[in-house]
């Protein structure tokens, strides 16, 4: 019963840090997605069409899924999640690069499939 309320604690505290360091992000995104904005104006194929910022990537590394940041080569966080757990349609979209918008979608994904 002890391992388990320890277990408990470690795994809120887990989060917390998590969350942290999401807000972090959050407010360096905030800074830098004027840069991003003045970058996508600019393409003329995609004229005339919203483009959506994505703050986030999961990919695969060493066979667990990592959370990257946007440009699909910074780590923002490695996962314990395996890419072998996931269903075949997710593990492909991971293989390619599984872009994702914000915070939300993240701590979705990650609640939906991590052990």
């Given at each position: 019963?002890?391992?388990n309320y320890g277990i408990s604690i470690l795994l809120c505290t887990?989060?917390?840090?998590?969350?942290?360091?999401?807000?972090?992000?959050?407010?360096?995104?905030?800074d830098s997605q004027?840069?991003?904005t003045e970058e996508l104006s600019i393409a003329p194929a995609e004229a005339g069409r919203e483009k959506k910022l994505y703050q986030y990537?999961?990919?695969?590394?060493?066979?667990?899924?990592?959370?990257y940041f946007a440009d699909g080569k910074?780590?923002?966080?490695?996962?314990?999640?395996?890419l072998a757990e996931l269903p075949k349609n997710i593990r492909?979209?991971?293989?390619k690069g599984l872009?994702?918008?914000?915070?939300?979608?993240l701590?979705?994904?990650l609640e939906n499939y991590s052990s």
């Open positions: 019963m002890k391992k887990a989060i917390l840090c998590a969350l942290y360091a999401g807000s972090y992000q959050s407010m360096y995104a905030e004027t840069e991003h990537c999961l990919k695969e590394k060493d066979g667990c899924v990592y959370v910074t780590i923002y966080e490695p996962t314990s999640i395996s492909k979209k991971i293989k872009y994702l918008l914000d915070d939300r979608e701590y979705s994904f």
